[in-house]
């Protein structure tokens, strides 16, 4: 079973930056994927980023591109999301996913690709 565990929201203001982690059981074999959705009050989970574990392949949302930046640490095997210049739009409840065995790495820039998900972590930013 997969587990993935989130930390690191928070309350910011807007402009500042933040960093979420993710530690996950995830055996970190190169046909892996993973990566962030979010999903704010009384609107649908929107995938954030995305990451190929064996190539290193990023993706990201047009409304993250140039702020958010997605990286992961194989040897802690732990999952990061660099939030910058954050925006009260980005205020939502992250959730980290991950998905064993894709076929290639442009599956990882699909939501639907992803099976494994956290409990999420909070981020709250004010104007």
């Known amino acids: 079973q997969v587990q993935l565990v989130e930390s690191g929201g928070g309350s910011v203001q807007a402009g500042a930056s933040l960093r979420l982690s993710c530690v996950s059981s995830?055996?970190?074999?190169?046909?892996?994927?993973m990566g962030w959705s979010r999903q704010a009050p009384g609107k649908e989970r929107e995938w954030v980023a995305g990451?190929?574990?064996?190539?290193?392949?990023?993706y990201y949302a047009d409304s993250v591109k140039g702020r958010f930046t997605i990286s992961r640490d194989n040897a802690q095997n732990t999952l990061y999301l660099q939030l910058n210049s954050v925006e009260p739009e980005d205020t939502a409840m992250y959730y980290c996913?991950?998905?064993?065995?894709?076929?290639?790495?442009?599956?990882?820039?699909?939501?639907?690709?992803?099976?494994?998900w956290g409990q999420g972590t909070q981020v709250t930013v004010s104007s």
């Open positions: 996913a991950a998905e064993e065995g894709v076929p290639t790495a442009w599956h990882c820039s699909l939501p639907a690709t992803y099976n494994y």
């Open positions: 995830v055996y970190y074999v190169k046909n892996t994927c």
């Open positions: 990451i190929h574990i064996g190539f290193g392949t990023t």
